[in-house]
């Protein structure tokens, strides 16, 4: 709650209080709540209120208030992540009425004239690059597909899937409001938030494509409910993180995973585990792209099999355990 006081010099020395008590009627009135004190032969009045004004005889004239820089762009560019404009920021290619600005907290006005000069990325953020890289490599179909996009995020993997002719993608994610404004406003998108797809039972239709990229959980204790919302030609792309796969002896320090055996050990577990459901490892690669945190990962393409049964998998795999430092310094 933010608190200003203004002195009120024309209220010097009345003292019967009238002035005064005109003043905070005119404060009431206007929901402005106020309190006076003498101070020195001067009437102080002290407001207390969200927006800052400046009281002055019986009138209260608004101060507009500033916005962060980050939320100036993000407004007006309103295709591009947070994560993009603050990268913008930092590297100097933002202007504010022609001043380089590389600091996403500066106070900028709503006059202010905002320019970004900048190389566009080819998708809302770097996870777009990794599936791609899959599309590309193993020979995923995806025009024409309607697809299930789980871990949607800021929305990566969406946009790569959208660029590579995907006629729909319902995007599912535990958070909320992290999905790029160019994602969240294609209609070929339909976004479930707040959701674990551990959970989801059912969508407006089955798909043709799943595309995981998921954290702090494992990808086999999510497979049944893709199964679920899969067609029987369906295809599966996952994207292995090793840090949330491996057991926790095998995870370095700040949620790293160097060791080659550990990965290797990861993606024979994933691969044979994905299978069991009822699916055939079409192969895999190294993802093109790193984590946030630097760990090396994997994408892994499946095909669903034809009239092959999978084995019984009611009791659904218990999550990995993590401890707090790990949850604290590993990526989303």
Not at 156 to 162: E, S
Request: charged share 25%; net charge positive; hydrophobic share 35%.
């Amino acid at each position: 709650m933010a608190q200003q006081f203004v002195k009120q010099h024309h209220l010097r020395g009345l003292q019967n209080g009238t002035t005064t008590l005109t003043f905070l009627s005119l404060l009431r009135n206007l929901k402005v709540p106020g309190t006076v004190k003498w101070v020195g032969g001067e009437t102080v009045v002290k407001l207390s209120f969200r927006s800052y004004a400046t009281a002055k005889s019986e009138r209260i004239i608004p101060i507009k208030k500033k916005k962060r820089l980050d939320e100036v762009c993000l407004e007006r560019y309103q295709q591009y992540s947070r994560s993009v404009i603050q990268s913008w920021i930092l590297q100097g290619k933002v202007y504010v009425n022609g001043k380089v600005i590389n600091k996403a907290g500066t106070p900028v006005s709503e006059k202010s004239v905002v320019e970004i000069i900048a190389e566009v990325p080819k998708y809302v953020c770097r996870a777009g690059h990794k599936l791609e890289g899959a599309i590309e490599q193993l020979g995923v179909d995806v025009a024409g597909k309607v697809a299930l996009d789980s871990g949607l995020s800021t929305g990566g993997f969406t946009d790569c899937l959208l660029q590579y002719g995907a006629s729909h993608v319902y995007g599912v994610d535990v958070g909320y409001g992290q999905v790029a404004e160019k994602i969240r406003r294609d209609e070929r998108v339909s976004i479930i938030e707040r959701t674990n797809l551990r959970y989801l039972k059912e969508l407006p239709q089955n798909v043709d494509l799943v595309t995981l990229d998921l954290s702090f959980i494992s990808i086999l204790t999510v497979m049944p409910a893709v199964v679920n919302v899969m067609k029987e030609d369906a295809a599966l792309v996952t994207l292995v993180k090793p840090q949330f796969e491996a057991r926790r002896s095998q995870v370095g320090k700040g949620g790293i995973v160097k060791d080659p055996v550990v990965h290797q050990e990861v993606l024979e577990k994933i691969t044979k585990g994905v299978e069991s459901f009822g699916f055939c490892s079409k192969g895999w690669i190294e993802s093109p792209l790193k984590g946030a945190q630097g760990n090396t990962e994997f994408l892994v393409h499946f095909s669903r099999i034809h009239n092959k049964g999978s084995k019984n998998h009611e009791e659904i795999r218990e999550e990995p355990k993590l401890d707090d430092e790990f949850l604290q310094s590993s990526e989303k």
